[in-house]
């Protein structure tokens, strides 16, 4: 089920800047018993993104309507919603007066669910962009590139380094550890997304009383770590149990934070 | 006037891996006389990017096709050809046996021709990817970011650097400097776009006997410049003769340069 500008259809104008440029920002989301969860970091976070790119954010209620008529046959689904700047012609500068183009479209919950994981560590590098970090924007052909790396089904999910070694993410997740009782999230500061579960994470580490800190570190690190975990909208939370030849047997931590975030 | 896969149409999927993820390819070219400019060139290039993408390219024969049908109206135009993953479902992995979609438009040719032209110093700086550097892909949020940096009309185009400062490009155009007799064009091992316009420059000074280098440079290196020019399919050589407080009154090599390659 696909809503463009609040139509029913399963296209969009073959000039969309979203298209041409990827100019534009993303969310997926789960729906569960009609209910879009976490709303309104999900959308404070599309505005925040929206604003970095200087693109004006739908209203809160015209997406509100529109996920509820795309989940309309489904009370539990994934609904993703995109923001382009709108279709244009050819040339980066966009023409005054573009109308933003919304796209929400839902799809079925994903069949298997998953508590422990395999990861593979990803050749490809991220790269810096300070003025694009932490923004989930439609330029994603590095996570598409990373992503292609690994066609072995039991493999979940990719880590990303960046250029320089640090950990950063997963493909499609936020990653963090836990050690010594404290919970360590990377510095997202020149690439990644910086994630609604990873925001709530962190906010569970302080509901909780568990230290938490923001910063870079390297594979060495992520080794030596008591548990390594990953977030996202959609499977909510997997723990890394393998990584080659690595493997991280301990799993208190991660259940109790599962049972926080949900 | 819009082909998508060969049909006359001004709509692709609104699940399109070219606007999920920017996951594809562009080219850009001058018509003229029903004939496209250094085609077999812009062909090579088209190819070139989709292998690095590990993306299947549409046959020759097939985007010529599509090239004259789509310009049928128009003996002398702008056309664009896109190529993208093609429509497939949410998630970074593409599905095996996609089809990648081939959109191929065109456009009236600019109104205004100019040969020398005030530059704008991009604030915005691109950053390093190596494994994509060179590429005409379709993550272009850096090139829009830039752009919409200046909205004075007359400056017609936005110098781009990196995050260490070295010149790299124009927004939406190679850029080479003359100095002392020599061509000297970026180094684009870590960023920027490797256009086709700057490959004939390259070899238009192979055959005139200019000696040409290819290494990285700062800004000082372009003011001392006797000349600095960009190049791209859509408006051939524009001189810059001013950038800022900065101005380069002479134009001999542009002028011979710009014969050359027409």
New interface residues.
Partial sequence: M?L?NGVF???????????????GV?R?LRIENCIPLNWALHYQKLASDCAA??LACPPISVLERELETASESMRNC?A?I?V??GAG??????EAGLEPTR?V?T?PLPEHQFQKIRAHLCN??L??????AGIK????????????EWKDPETREGILLD?EGNVIEG??SSLLLYHDGCVIAPDLSRCGVDGVQRARVLACCEKNGIPAKIESFGIDRLIEADEVFLVNSVFGLWQIVELGSVTWPNGEFCGAMRGWLQ
Avoid: C
């Fill in positions: 696909v463009v259809t399963d296209s969009i104008k073959a000039n969309d800047r979203g298209l041409m440029y990827g100019d993303f997926t790119l200087e994934i993703k995109t382009t700047r012609a050819r040339g980066y500068l966009p796209i479209s799809s490809f590098r790269s810096h962009q300070p003025r694009l924007h439609l330029n994603r052909l590095e996570n598409v590139m990373a992503r292609m250029l493909t499609m």
